[in-house]
């Protein structure tokens, strides 16, 4: 068993969620910015990746200008050598936090680090097994692109939203699934689209994966 998963990004018109370097760039407006907030309001559990964390340093709770009463969510952090700084914001005690590695585990406080997987990669289909156990049963994964593509390769996700904006980054900044890509177009990743609305000045696209019938 596994957590309901949805995956949520914005990109600019040219599939960009970065900007060249991997430098933050805030894509979404900020009728989007209320609509992720809510989003977060409603699942147990946030995951991002140690890049991200070491690009955005991202807080990841819910923001109360959003959402009133909010409650915030466990973070998780993909992280298998723990390279999250100690004064990262997802270490800070707004919330329950999991880093995930492949070489420790401890606790302390709101932070528990374990273990899930070997080596350079931590072990998502099992860490979904583990997580679901521990009653996490709905998930947003908001990113980067490695940890995007990773949960879509492997068929992880129920729902996948993507914000537009109305703008061109261009150059070599991060896609919304980067990774090592296919390889052939027979192995593309299918989706279907069963949502597109209005978001300020963009556009949120909501899509399921295409089984087959
Ligand atoms: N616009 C948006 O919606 C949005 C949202 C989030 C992030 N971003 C952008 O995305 C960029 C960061 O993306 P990124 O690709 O560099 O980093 P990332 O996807 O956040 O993190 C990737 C790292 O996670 C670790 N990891 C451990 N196990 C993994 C697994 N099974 N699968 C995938 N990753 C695993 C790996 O590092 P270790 O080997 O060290 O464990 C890997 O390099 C930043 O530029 C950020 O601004 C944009």
Request: one cysteine or more; charged letters at 30%; hydrophobic letters at 40%.
């Amino acid at each position: 068993m596994r957590p309901y998963i949805i995956i949520n990004c914005a990109m600019s018109l040219d599939g960009k969620i970065a900007l060249p370097n991997k430098k933050q760039a805030r894509i979404s407006s900020e009728e989007d910015m209320a609509r992720v907030h809510k989003l977060r309001a409603s699942v147990d559990a946030i995951l991002v990746g140690i890049g991200t964390v070491l690009a955005d340093n991202p807080k990841l709770t819910v923001k109360k200008e959003y959402v009133k009463k909010a409650r915030n969510p466990v973070r998780i952090v993909l992280d298998s050598h723990f390279r999250t700084p100690e004064n990262a914001e997802v270490m800070k005690p707004n919330a329950r936090t999991i880093i995930v590695t492949t070489s420790k585990e401890y606790k302390k406080g709101l932070l528990e680090v374990i273990k899930c997987g070997e080596g350079d990669k931590v072990d998502i289909v099992k860490l979904m097994e583990l997580l679901h156990e521990r009653g996490i049963k709905r998930l947003l994964v908001e990113g980067g692109s490695t940890v995007i593509w990773e949960f879509l390769r492997h068929g992880l996700f129920d729902e996948l939203h993507v914000y537009i904006a109305p703008l061109i980054i261009g150059g070599d900044a991060p896609t919304m699934a980067g990774g090592e890509g296919i390889k052939a177009l027979e192995e593309a990743i299918k989706l279907q689209l069963y949502a597109i609305e209005r978001c300020g000045d963009g556009l949120v696209l909501k899509f399921i994966p295409l089984r087959s019938r």
